[in-house]
């Protein structure tokens, strides 16, 4: 009898010790995250008023809205990215009226597959472009119009190579690349503009070599700085006009719904305009972020270029 109540307990043991080992691993598998989200929607307000006031000076007031969101999907050698970027500001400043300070749609997307350590093959593709019509003047409604949506636009497609080590630094390399600038206003149809070869010409296809990189570092709490970059050159015409372009985000977070943000941003493109541009905003307003959890690749018990 005793050795029937031994074997017994002993039995019951190894079935609860089962039980609860497949239990742990339903809930380690459940907690991994295939699909993340990490999105920033922000609406920055700037506002000055002036009554007698001997310094002068003129009534105004601005916005700026965005919204910045990467969605991710990594499962084993798979890695797809997709970010979004829409920005839109106005300024009202009295006996001037209403001009737009930011206008920016980035819509990206790049799909890889690992083929060694922190390096995938790649394919992908872009969109980048503006909401609304642009002016010379400082944006003057009344001036000249020098670009409108989808004019230009520029869309990217290529294949090449990603190294990814972590979600800080991506480095995307494209030998085979199309560059497809759109111009679909009639009023920006002319030879010139945007690289366009005839007048009443609508597009411009490029075949070339693209490089991109976004590196983002913490530089103390709450203080992060974002930075992207670009080169592109044609195969077919003048391979030495390079298309380059440099863009930096600091954010300073305040709290949970305030924080400040601070970009630059730095553009040559020869069939644009023959001299540099740049472009810097400042803006402290409300902020949110939403996410929907530990990206996969950010968890320490599945990234796979760990030495277990």
């Not at 001997?54 to 970010?83: F, P, R, S």
């Not at 690992?114 to 093959?121: N, V």
């Not at 040559?268 to 949110?288: R, S």
């Amino acid at each position: 009898m005793k050795k029937f109540l031994l074997i017994l307990s002993f039995s019951i043991g190894i079935y609860a010790n089962a039980q609860e080992e497949v239990k742990n691993d339903s809930v380690k598998i459940d907690t991994i995250r295939y699909w993340s989200v990490l999105g920033k929607n922000t609406l920055m307000i700037n506002q000055a008023a002036f009554s007698n006031w001997v310094g002068g000076g003129a009534n105004n007031i601005g916005w700026l809205a965005g919204a910045n969101y990467n969605i991710t999907y990594e499962k084993d050698k798979d890695l797809w990215e997709n970010i979004i970027i829409l920005n839109y500001g106005q300024n009202n400043t009295q006996g001037i009226g209403t001009r737009k300070t930011q206008d920016v749609l980035n819509v990206s997307t790049n799909y890889g597959r690992q083929f060694s350590k922190s390096w995938y093959l790649s394919g992908g593709a872009s969109l980048l472009t503006q909401f609304a019509a642009g002016y010379e003047d400082g944006n003057n409604p009344g001036a000249k119009k020098i670009s409108n949506f989808m004019a230009p636009g520029y869309l990217n497609f290529g294949l090449g190579i990603t190294y990814r080590p972590n979600d800080d630094l991506t480095v995307t390399l494209r030998p085979a690349n199309a560059r497809w600038t759109l111009v679909l206003d009639p009023d920006l149809q002319f030879a010139g503009s945007y690289g366009l070869k005839q007048d009443g010409d609508s597009s411009l296809l490029q075949f070339g070599f693209l490089g991109t990189a976004l590196y983002k570092v913490k530089l103390m709490q709450d203080i992060y700085l974002t930075n992207t970059a670009s080169v592109f050159s044609n195969y077919l015409d003048h391979p030495d006009r390079l298309v380059l372009a440099y863009g930096a985000l600091l954010n300073m977070k305040v709290n949970k719904f305030i924080s400040t943000n601070i970009t630059l941003d730095v553009l040559y493109d020869h069939n644009q305009i023959q001299k540099t541009q740049l472009k810097q905003t400042l803006g402290v307003g409300f902020a949110y972020t939403l996410s929907n959890g530990v990206k996969r690749s950010e968890r320490k018990d599945s990234q796979w270029w760990i030495k277990k």
